[in-house]
């Protein structure tokens, strides 16, 4: 049984992306982050922190940048309404702390203004680190124009 509980750690670690990144000291991709689940956002914050994670143990080095649209915007800041709050609270707690781990492991973060006003989302209650933008389309825009891999985060 105990063999059996290490399978999946083992198999894991003997993992890797070498055919992807032959040759690459580093990567550069901006997240568009469009996730209208507080509990869907959360796991794919836990998910872009393991691949920040995995990178390093790759030997690449990891330039990202999320930029929080639509729907998202409604899950990361400090004044959620009332009923998302209700409903989600778990799930908001945690995605703080995810953003507070990614800031830490250095991750970039935008959030799209026009997304914050359709939401009723006031910009100074964003969580600490993000920063609200004119346009998070032209972020997105300008990131992939200067290199940047683009990564859906969709519904």
Do not use: W
Request: with cysteine; net charge negative.
């Amino acid at each position: 049984m105990a063999a059996l509980a290490l399978a999946p750690t083992v198999v894991a670690e003997n993992l890797h992306n070498r055919a992807a990144i032959d040759g690459l000291e580093s990567v550069k991709a901006v997240y568009d982050v469009r996730k209208s689940n507080p509990n869907a956002l959360d796991m794919y914050l836990k998910a872009i922190i393991t691949n920040v994670e995995n990178l390093e143990k790759e030997g690449v080095q990891a330039d990202l940048v999320m930029v929080f649209i639509s729907h998202s915007v409604k899950f990361i800041n400090t004044a959620p309404a009332l009923e998302t709050e209700a409903d989600y609270g778990d799930a908001l707690a945690s995605i703080a702390k995810s953003v507070e781990t990614l800031q830490e492991l250095g991750v970039r973060m935008e959030a799209c203004n026009g997304a914050t006003r359709a939401f009723d989302v006031d910009n100074d209650t964003l969580l600490p680190g993000i920063e609200p933008v004119r346009s998070g389309f032209i972020s997105l825009m300008g990131y992939q124009n200067n290199g940047y891999a683009l990564i859906p985060v969709y519904d």
